[in-house]
């Protein structure tokens, strides 16, 4: 059964191989060309798009894959409904914010541009059916195009020293190519898209998914929100050093994302059939992604700054310190994409929902009270303490969090018995 993991990482390693390099390379090659200034700018627009992002995902990443995965015979009405709710959800954030955003300062129009590209994360769910199908090449294969072609098109503005407006059409064209990508590709598929009429079906549908939606909205929040908070507080050229840090960490997010959805599939199958097997295959995965973790964590309090360096130049020294907090939490994250998976097969979103609005809650207290004080160091420690209560911490005070304590402590201790 590891094997059919391995060979789904694989796919989603090559596609997100490939994200990391953009991510650390072309991040920073533009991060330089714009100074901080400029990155920041830019960085605030992408966090809008951030939360429009989560919004308009509606869950569907997650319940989709396991919906699909266990009740493939339902997968043409499953999916074209998926799609549907998707267009008219878009539809209605991404209108919303573009008039909020409505101003003629190159902030607004940043954000109005790359949230029209996130208009197009409609087709999204497409995505979500080839992964369940384990059709994981298709899937990666339209994100890897996306990635190099939009990727190219950042190059290029640097390189011309056009402004932030041209940049974020680079960013925007990301969205907007993936989704192009995924219809191709599905229209290969031998299935005809059905959308559910009665209202008892849909609401069965997105039972799961508008609980996740929250969640993954709290979550976009509480990791977000360090940003907005920098930027009304302290200002853009702050933000543009803080961002810098926070995109290697995210770089790094992306290995135990990857992992444990590349799982997933083979998750649910397995809770359906054996409840044994679910708990030992999800036990031997936490326990590789939380110590890899610590390996990480370590080698980033050592190396830390001169990794900001080496990337992004002398500019961004500042940011040094702002990286080895955020690198502390690297097994906290780890643990954060594991639970993530267990708690969605096993139904429980609502307690996501609940661990996720009391880390936020913290986020926000800390970063108020530690960011006119310690600045962007301090937005960076609460994060992690964030983390640390959100993923680790509240396992011990809610019931609902009993299984998955008990394979969380057995992943951390593997030789205790």
């Known amino acids: 059964m590891l094997r059919k993991i391995g060979r789904n990482a694989l796919w989603m ?15 920073a090659y533009v991060a330089r060309s714009v100074g901080p200034d400029g990155f920041g700018q830019i960085s605030y627009a992408l966090a809008i798009a951030a939360i429009a992002s989560a919004i308009c995902k509606i869950g569907f990443d997650s319940t989709l894959v396991r919906e699909v995965a266990q009740f493939p015979e339902k997968s043409d009405h499953l999916l074209g409904t998926a799609i549907t709710i998707s267009f008219i959800t878009s539809l209605i954030i991404c209108g919303t914010l573009i008039l909020i955003f409505s ?195 370590l080698l980033c309090l050592l190396f830390g700054n001169k990794i900001i360096e080496l990337f992004f130049g002398v500019q961004y020294k500042d940011a040094g310190i702002v990286f080895v907090i955020l690198m502390m939490s690297a097994p906290l994250t780890a643990l954060g994409s594991i639970s993530v998976r267990f708690f969605m097969i096993k139904k429980k979103e609502r307690a996501l929902i609940w661990r996720t609005g009391v880390a936020l809650v913290i986020n926000f207290c800390l970063n108020y009270l530690l960011i006119p004080k310690y600045g962007i160091a301090g937005s960076a420690f609460s994060t992690l303490v964030s983390l640390f209560v959100a993923n680790y911490a509240l396992i011990y005070l809610n019931k609902d969090f009993l299984i998955f304590r008990v394979l969380v402590n057995r992943a951390i201790f593997p030789l205790k018995r």
């Not at 390693?13 to 991040?27: D, S």
């Not at 003629?104 to 999204?124: K, N």
């Open 13 to 27: 390693i090559l596609e997100q191989a490939l994200k990391v390099v953009t991510l650390f390379f072309v991040t």
């Open 103 to 297: 101003g003629s300062d190159v902030e607004s129009r940043a954000v109005q541009i790359i949230i029209f590209g996130v208009l197009f994360q409609c087709l999204s769910p497409i995505e979500y059916y080839f992964q369940a199908q384990n059709k994981f090449a298709l899937s990666s294969l339209a994100r890897i195009l996306s990635n190099i072609l939009a990727a190219l098109s950042k190059l290029t503005v640097v390189y011309l020293k056009l402004d932030v407006l041209w940049l974020a059409c680079a960013y925007a064209l990301d969205f907007v190519l993936s989704a192009v990508f995924f219809y191709l590709f599905f229209k290969t598929e031998k299935l005809q898209l059905k959308i559910y009429k009665e209202l008892s079906q849909v609401r069965e549908m997105l039972k799961g998914s508008v609980s996740l939606t929250v969640a993954a909205l709290a979550s976009i929040l509480y990791m977000r929100i360090d940003q907005f908070m920098i930027k009304k507080m302290l200002g853009a050229y702050e933000l543009g050093l803080y961002s810098a840090a926070a995109r290697l960490y995210e770089g790094w997010m992306l290995v135990p994302y990857i992992l444990s959805v590349a799982a997933l599939p083979l998750l649910a199958k397995a809770h359906k059939t054996s409840r044994k097997s679910f708990n030992a295959i999800l036990q031997k995965i936490a326990s590789s992604l939380i110590w890899l973790g610590v390996v990480v964590a």
